[in-house]
C-alpha cells in the first residue's frame, strides 16, 4: 500500500453503465489528481482538486464526472463510456506545492 | 504547453550503471522529477530537481541543467528488481497552480 487507495482494482462496464471510482488518502495531503494511464502514451491529467476546489480541469469529457466532497476522498464517476477510455486510471494525492505525488495502484477499467 | 522527450526502452546488465535522458520544453519551469513503475503497480516518486546539480539518493541519482532543459536518473549497481518503467515529469507554472506534466517513460529491462 502506497497510502493512496483506490478501489475498485478492476471494472468492466458496458457504455450505458453509470459507476465510480473513489480514491482515498490519510496521508495530510492538501491536493488530489485523477491522471489517466494508456499504452504508449504519457500519463494524461485529467483533474486536480487543491484544497477541495477544482483548479484544473484538462479538457476531459463530460462522460467523466469528479467530486472531492473532503481533502481525503476524491471520486470519479463515469457514465456512458466509450471503448476508447478503456485505461489505467490513477489518482494521486499531495501536497499542493510540494515536489512528488503519491499514486494509488489504479483502477484497470475496461468499457465493452 | 509543456512537451518531455525521453528513450522508450533501454536494456542493461545487472551490476551495470544506466543513464535516462529528459530533454523538456515549457515556460514557467519550477523542477524536474522522476518516478519508478512496476508492470502492475503505482507510480512511484524518486527525486526531484528545483536546481542545476546532482542529487543523489543511494544508488540513484538524479541530474538537472536548467539552461538545457535537460536532466537525467543514474542507476548504478543495477538489480533485476530495477526492471520497471521510469518517468520524467516536469512542474511548471499553469494558471495559479503548478501543473506536473509527465514524459512517456523509459522501460528499463536489466539481463543477466
Known amino acids: 500500500e502506497t497510502g493512496v487507495t483506490q478501489t475498485p482494482r478492476h471494472l468492466v462496464m458496458g457504455m450505458t453503465n453509470k459507476k465510480s471510482l473513489k480514491c482515498e488518502q490519510h496521508l495530510g495531503h492538501n491536493a488530489m489528481y485523477w491522471y489517466k494511464q494508456s499504452a504508449k502514451k504519457p500519463l494524461e491529467l485529467m483533474f486536480v482538486?487543491?484544497?477541495?476546489?477544482?483548479?484544473e480541469n484538462n479538457s476531459v469529457p463530460s462522460r467523466f464526472s469528479p467530486e472531492c466532497p473532503n481533502s481525503s476522498h476524491l471520486f470519479l464517476h463515469l457514465h456512458t463510456l466509450q471503448p476508447e477510455d478503456s485505461a489505467l486510471y490513477l489518482c494521486a494525492s499531495s501536497q499542493a506545492e510540494g515536489p512528488g505525488y503519491t499514486f494509488g495502484s489504479g483502477t484497470r477499467l475496461t468499457v465493452v | 504547453g509543456q512537451s518531455l522527450e525521453q528513450p522508450s526502452e533501454v536494456t542493461a546488465v545487472e551490476g551495470a550503471i544506466v543513464q535516462i535522458n529528459c530533454t523538456y520544453q515549457?515556460?514557467?519551469?519550477?523542477?524536474l522529477s522522476w518516478y519508478q513503475q512496476h508492470d502492475g503497480g503505482a507510480p512511484t516518486f524518486l527525486s526531484y530537481?528545483?536546481?542545476?546539480g546532482l542529487e543523489e539518493t543511494g544508488r540513484f541519482s538524479s541530474f538537472l541543467s536548467r539552461s538545457d532543459s535537460y536532466g537525467y536518473l543514474l542507476l548504478q549497481e543495477l538489480q533485476m528488481k530495477d526492471s520497471a518503467s521510469y518517468f520524467c515529469a516536469v512542474r511548471a507554472a499553469s494558471g495559479g497552480y503548478q501543473k506536473v506534466t509527465f514524459g512517456i517513460g523509459t522501460k528499463l529491462q536489466v539481463i543477466p
Open positions: 530537481n528545483a536546481l542545476d
Open positions: 515549457t515556460s514557467g519551469f519550477y523542477g
Open positions: 482538486y487543491s484544497l477541495e476546489e477544482r483548479v
